[in-house]
C-alpha cells in the first residue's frame, strides 16, 4: 500500500482508501459538488483522451466494457467522446438492465452516436486494439462475479492494450490484492486521487485525473491536499512517492 504519490514535478499526493474516496464522493454528490453526472461527464472525457492518445494517427478499434455503477458510467461517457472522434468503438454492457439512473442516462446519449453496442454473449470473434476497463472501479469487495471475470479475461486476452478507469477491476483499490480475475492494464486513469492499493503492477503506467473536486470537498473529508497537482491540464502521471 502506497500512502503517497508523487508527479514528475515533484508534487505529492497523498493517496485515499476506498471508504475515504467514498466519503469524497458523498460530500461532492451531498453537499457541496459537483453533481454525479458532472463528474462522470469529466472522468469520460479524460479516460477518452487516454485512450485517443494511445490510438495516435490510426483508425483503430476500441471495446468498452462498461459496468452498472459509476465506473461504468465514465466508460460509457467515455465510448460517446470517442464515437464524435471517429474512432471505431463498441460498447459492451455487463448487465444494461441493472444500470443506475446516471450510467442509463450516458447510455441514452450514446445511443445517438454511430458507435456499437454489444452484449456479454455477442463477444465471439472479435477483439480490439485498445480494450477499456470501466467494470468495477474501487467499490470492489472481494473476487469478481464470474459474469464479470469473463470480461476481465476478454480485456486481458483480445485487447492489445487495455486501458482502465480508475482502479483495474479486479483490483482492491485499498490493498493492491486480487482475489479472483483482474484487469492487467497498460493504463489506469484514477480519478480525483490516487487509491492506496494502486502500487501494483496490475495497474501499468498511472496517470490521475481531474474531475472537478473543488478543495472544500478535501478539506472536509479531512484530506491534506497540496496546492496544485494539474497546473493547466487535466491529467498527470503520477508513481508511488
Do not use: W
Not at 470480461?151 to 486480487?178: K, M, W, Y
Request: hydrophobic letters at 45%.
Amino acid at each position: 500500500m502506497a500512502e503517497k504519490f508523487r508527479t514528475r514535478m515533484g508534487i505529492e499526493i497523498p493517496a485515499v482508501t476506498a471508504t475515504q474516496m467514498g466519503e469524497i464522493d458523498r460530500i461532492a454528490v451531498e453537499e457541496r459538488g459537483p453533481n454525479l453526472f458532472q463528474m462522470m461527464e469529466n472522468a469520460g472525457r479524460s479516460l477518452a483522451m487516454a485512450v485517443i492518445e494511445r490510438l495516435g494517427t490510426h483508425a483503430r478499434s476500441v471495446m468498452v466494457f462498461a459496468g452498472t455503477g459509476g465506473n461504468g458510467g465514465g466508460g460509457i461517457c467515455a465510448a460517446r467522446h470517442l464515437a464524435n472522434h471517429g474512432v471505431d468503438v463498441t460498447l459492451v454492457l455487463a448487465d444494461e438492465g441493472d444500470l443506475g439512473d446516471v450510467p442509463a442516462e450516458q447510455l441514452r446519449v450514446y445511443r445517438s452516436t454511430p458507435g456499437a453496442i454489444k452484449e456479454p454473449g455477442q463477444l465471439a470473434g472479435l477483439g480490439a486494439h485498445i480494450g477499456v476497463d470501466a467494470l468495477i472501479g474501487y467499490s470492489l469487495q472481494g473476487e469478481p462475479r464470474p459474469e464479470i471475470a469473463h470480461l476481465i479475461e476478454f480485456l486481458n486476452d483480445r485487447c492489445e492494450q487495455v486501458v482502465a478507469l480508475d482502479v483495474p477491476s479486479g483490483v482492491d483499490a485499498t490493498t493492491g490484492e486480487a482475489a479472483g480475475a483482474h484487469v492487467d492494464a497498460t493504463v489506469t486513469v484514477t480519478l480525483a486521487l490516487p487509491k492506496t492499493g494502486l502500487d501494483v503492477g496490475a495497474v501499468g503506467r498511472l496517470e490521475l485525473a481531474d474531475i472537478g473536486i473543488p478543495r472544500a470537498v478535501y478539506d472536509e473529508a479531512g484530506v491534506s491536499m497540496p496546492p496544485s497537482m494539474f497546473g493547466l491540464g487535466y491529467r498527470v502521471r503520477i508513481v508511488p512517492a
